[in-house]
């Protein structure tokens, strides 16, 4: 009910705060007798990680999952799951000045107004580190959805005006910004390091793309699967749109361009993004979120204090020039925990007949 | 869970078919000592009716809300509101042909996958008029919003790639497309009947603006209000994408361009479309939601049956050129149950601390 | 959130006033392809109605079952069920007088406390005509169980001090009273009498059987089985106990008196009630509940009205002896719903092995 | 959706196992700016902590309440509040028979036919010992319900056939049992040490009552005040009855005998527990508990293994004689929980008319 936790079945609540004991996350509803350790997480938490490359934060933190409870003997028992990050290179006296002052484009501003109490070190509960408890959960969402075939990918396809232009999906973990056209890569190395030097911020558009989903997930009217899931990523810090198959460009198609003709072998084409009356329909879920530049900028701004007083801030934490590349398997995470979510939602009310599913 | 409930504490539950009895909706947690009759709904559903403009289907309905439960002596009581309006012109016969064969562009195909069984007269449960239930609820939540002062109108910025360049809200219900600028408004008009002439059909973009909204409202992490926001509005059938603020104009903008200054008189810009960090800073709120051209065109497009076979569809059933203007008045419904639900929501763990709030 | 709300993935919404136009019921998250008409309605809406025995009210009504939606050519189409029951014969003259004074016993108190505005006619929302509702929907729930072997049936242990002695399921139906012991059914009838007689009323015990339940229903650590039928049970007016297996006599027990020895064969007793840490065990589910005396009597009574001030009510309204017999399809009706919910969460999180539940 | 939630706004959500890490709770919805402190928790902690009475496994644990996040200067920040309770103590060998053979009386047998793994060190997840982060949670309920001068106390009214006679509420925290009768709690003394003896174990019944309960809280029709309540104590192990007020006694009382009077000084008997209609009408809350004697006996007894074979089991681990008095403090936690929450539900649909809840 106040908003820290997502998903139905598959249900997990994350708390914590930036420069506190830790982020963690507790899931209620995973399936028992997945196999689940501490390796798992890895990978994710890796490419999540800040430091990882040029346009990210020099603060380093190991950021490893410690599997709490829930899991007996290496295998999930059907019990919570609590996923631990400690925090571990978290220090909070460059942030005492924001006891006084909000910093534009961060939440300071409407915590204050909302809670009257926060805790501001970092951003605290709304700092981008809170997305660790999310792709922590969003590779236990991901053991749901592997034994299914369904992939979740994503990838850069533009930042600070530097856009991908040739796609080749095998490319993306070569790219420091998980950007599959290495020559926008390399054009975006540039623009970040020109960016860090003018201490500014730099925003982008990533796309996520799932293959191997199977149809009918998402339940009608409000629980769309495209409505879930413009959700989670909106829920996002830095997203301020979402896109789904054609998205925006469908507004100038006709019906007759727009609507994707059916074949025996599947949709000729895939303007619906691969959902239609809010139901997966077996074609690639295609989505796109649009990153504003991050908020936190080493330049003077005009504010006000608490009081309502005008103050300048020019605040020099650390920070990353821009949300890509580290938000990239935060949105990879905020999907999977969709998908294995309605997945299990549509287990519940599955009537076992395999016969309509297919032709 | 099975997707037909929204909001959590002013919570509806919509249901109903295209050509079954009725379309209706359940209201749970509406505050009692609400002044309520059945008046309070015909401008909205007048302004949602088929048929009232050019663009818009010639279907007739006088789409009158019976008050079945929930109001004693015109005023609300704290029980269940049931809202219902009758199906009354809903001639079924011209969609036996949809019994076999799946529109493209429609949700017939990925029903059929999820249930294997579906009322598909008309679109049955996924048809635009199940929005008339919305609009109906969306009444009521006004009412809540109305005493606060929140104030929310949405208006077409484009249609059919004509765009509104001077807007002016005042003359938004001088327009038959709710069209702020009457001159693109009328340029409207033209390439509307143009599409019918060639059976064809538009998108276009609409965009909600809140008014007076109050500071504080939204819960972080995942039921930030924007993310509630893109939900609700993205869960409208034809809705393929959704932004706040500045939007996808953001990706390209530096964060020194993006951040909103604050000042003791407000926010120097509104970039951020009223909210930070998930939660409403006190500013305009701004959405925008672009709109697919409806799938229902008249042309012959090929699809398959229900065997998995080749087939043609050439379906002239009754149909909207496009989802505006009809959808204007949705989206503002959706807005309002999001904004009245945060705002009981906030009321729930208020600490009734008014010195906060101010300056 | 508001409360008219039960069941997680089978979940119903209730409306309606005694007075008001009817009562109703929507259910979110049906299974698809379930075959239903209104004739399914009939028998277990007969067994609830008024005036079919001599406890009951002489208030006469059809009680139909009206389905508005989510049925289409007599099969469910998993889009929500909403099943309306008009009220006929519903004279609230006689009611007036409750706009003014509070009749001990009833929620007139509570209610005009919490709302301060509230439908006072026949009690409104809080009159025992809310259950025609319950048990509509529980038919539906029954439509789940049914395939499963699943048999819920309940009956009179005690009325007014008479007690069932000797158990004869099969002798239910035949008894006015539901009560599987004729001799005792025939002593409860003149009891019953008296009590009228004397314009007074009387409490009783139910017990609810359930063969049949599979093991593994149940979700710990909160929605116990045990705990969510408690709950169910108990949010059915003047229920004031609820009791499973052994109850309140398991008190006086030794844990090797208690404990159910297990054996090949299934368990050597059941002072467990089926439920064992909150999941089904597969033995036979076994609860009790306590009814109080109806507080409608004709007898006068010390009260207050809306100002405080001391009042005498003396209330010649149509009303029943007891609450039983029509609360016992009521109650059955409670215990499927929470069946039926239970076994669509159960197939959520199943991971399809049914190796582990043999033996 | 997995039962390890509770609470509708102010909502925990439990972790953890007996011979895991520790347990745990996340409280997401506590309002901002309470002052807590990790001392807040000691009284209630060592109320409940084994070893603390005779009747108490000697099992030893400091059961320090950690504040891991949601707490900022002493302060609650509105953020998401964890409370972890680490297990120190915990020798799981001793358990190590029971990865192949139930225990009677536990649940065991229907986990292992629920999920077909689980952790059954202690009882793993469904092992008393989860219960301490209820009672964790509780001491935050416990900081809403003190400023509205709402009083919780539970005490034992009965202890293996041994009843309290002359209940004397200021006498609670000197018995050992919790019981407000010292000569009762006397005989308690003998009774336990008898059955520690024996080898054997005992039941009870416990009395919760709630003074200073608001009226107007609980939301009909299914989350009545007394229906959570029935929930909420059910939920706990052991449980196997609870009743309100005059419970199974109502059932032989007469309408006339069992109304209570209203008059301008309050109700001049409560028969009904002070909840009417599913709302608390003003007057105390009064609830009991039903336990049955603790499964775990050191005597042998007839069991099956994992592969349904006849086996002895003869199981001598640490375990307490009775429930009583450490679910004292637990069941006093769980009626915190429900008054809390409903408190926080009925501020959010408030019309904040004060003048209808006076007279």
Same mark, same amino acid.
């Given at each position: 009910?106040?908003?820290?936790?997502?998903?139905?079945?598959?249900?997990?609540?994350?708390?914590?705060?930036?420069?506190?004991?830790? #982020?963690?996350?507790?899931?209620?509803?995973? %399936? @028992? =007798?997945?196999? &689940?350790?501490?390796?798992?997480? +890895?990978?994710?938490? +890796?490419?999540?990680?800040?430091?990882?490359?040029?346009?990210?934060? %020099?603060?380093?933190?190991?950021?490893?999952?410690?599997?709490?409870?829930?899991?007996?003997? !290496?295998?999930?028992?059907?019990?919570?799951?609590?996923?631990?990050?400690?925090?571990?290179?978290?220090?909070?006296?460059?942030?005492?000045?924001?006891?006084?002052?909000?910093?534009?484009?961060?939440?300071?501003? /409407?915590?204050?107004?909302?809670?009257?109490?926060?805790?501001?070190?970092?951003?605290?509960?709304? *700092?981008?580190?809170?997305?660790?408890?999310?792709?922590?959960?969003?590779?236990?969402?991901?053991?749901? #959805?592997? @034994? &299914?075939?369904?992939?979740?990918?994503?990838?850069? #396809?533009?930042?600070?005006?530097?856009?991908?232009?040739?796609?080749?999906?095998?490319l993306i973990e070569k790219s420091?910004?998980?950007?599959?056209?290495?020559?926008? *890569?390399?054009?975006?190395?540039?623009?970040?390091?020109?960016?860090?030097?003018?201490?500014?911020?730099?925003?982008?558009?990533?796309?996520?793309?799932?293959? $191997?989903? %199977?149809?009918? #997930?998402?339940?009608?009217?409000?629980?769309?699967?495209?409505a879930d899931l413009a959700k989670?990523?909106?829920?996002?810090?830095?997203?301020?749109?979402?896109?789904?198959?054609?998205?925006?460009?469908?507004?100038?198609?006709?019906?007759?361009?727009?609507?994707?003709?059916?074949? %025996?072998?599947?949709?000729?084409?895939?303007?619906?993004?691969?959902?239609? $009356?809010?139901? /997966?329909?077996?074609?690639?879920?295609?989505?796109?979120?649009?990153?504003?530049?991050?908020?936190?900028?080493?330049?003077?701004?005009?504010?006000?204090?608490?009081?309502?007083?005008? /103050?300048? &801030?020019?605040?020099?934490?650390?920070?990353?020039?821009?949300?890509? @590349? =580290?938000?990239? @398997?935060?949105?990879?995470?905020?999907?999977?925990?969709?998908?294995? !979510?309605?997945?299990?939602?549509?287990?519940?009310?599955?009537?076992?007949?395999?016969?309509?599913?297919?032709?």
């Amino acid at each position: 009910m106040a908003g820290n936790s997502f998903g139905r079945i598959f249900r997990i609540t994350t708390f914590g705060e930036s420069h506190g004991n830790g #982020l963690g996350v507790v899931i209620d509803g995973c %399936p @028992p =007798r997945i196999p &689940l350790t501490r390796e798992d997480f +890895v990978r994710d938490m +890796v490419r999540r990680r800040p430091g990882a490359a040029p346009v990210a934060s %020099p603060r380093k933190e190991a950021d490893q999952v410690e599997i709490q409870s829930g899991v007996f003997e !290496d295998i999930t028992t059907g019990a919570p799951l609590m996923l631990f990050i400690r925090n571990q290179d978290a220090d909070s006296r460059p942030y005492e000045v924001l006891r006084e002052v909000f910093r534009p484009g961060h939440g300071d501003y /409407s915590y204050f107004r909302k809670y009257g109490h926060f805790d501001f070190r970092g951003g605290g509960r709304y *700092s981008a580190r809170e997305t660790a408890a999310r792709v922590a959960a969003g590779v236990v969402a991901g053991k749901i #959805l592997d @034994p &299914l075939g369904v992939k979740v990918v994503a990838y850069t #396809l533009e930042l600070g005006g530097v856009k991908a232009k040739d796609i080749d999906l095998s490319l993306i973990e070569k790219s420091l910004f998980f950007c599959p056209d290495l020559l926008a *890569s390399k054009k975006m190395e540039e623009i970040v390091s020109n960016a860090r030097k003018e201490e500014n911020s730099l925003g982008g558009i990533v796309e996520i793309l799932v293959k $191997g989903c %199977p149809a009918g #997930l998402g339940e009608p009217v409000f629980d769309k699967l495209d409505a879930d899931l413009a959700k989670a990523i909106m829920s996002v810090g830095t997203v301020k749109g979402v896109e789904i198959g054609a998205g925006f460009e469908a507004v100038r198609l006709r019906g007759s361009e727009n609507n994707d003709p059916i074949t %025996p072998k599947g949709f000729r084409s895939n303007h619906a993004g691969g959902i239609l $009356g809010g139901i /997966s329909n077996g074609d690639d879920i295609v989505l796109r979120a649009a990153m504003k530049p991050v908020p936190s900028i080493n330049l003077e701004q005009d504010t006000i204090d608490r009081k309502g007083q005008p /103050s300048k &801030l020019r605040f020099a934490g650390r920070h990353d020039i821009a949300s890509i @590349p =580290r938000i990239v @398997p935060v949105l990879e995470a905020m999907v999977k925990l969709v998908l294995a !979510d309605h997945y299990l939602r549509s287990k519940a009310i599955d009537s076992n007949d395999s016969q309509r599913r297919q032709f």
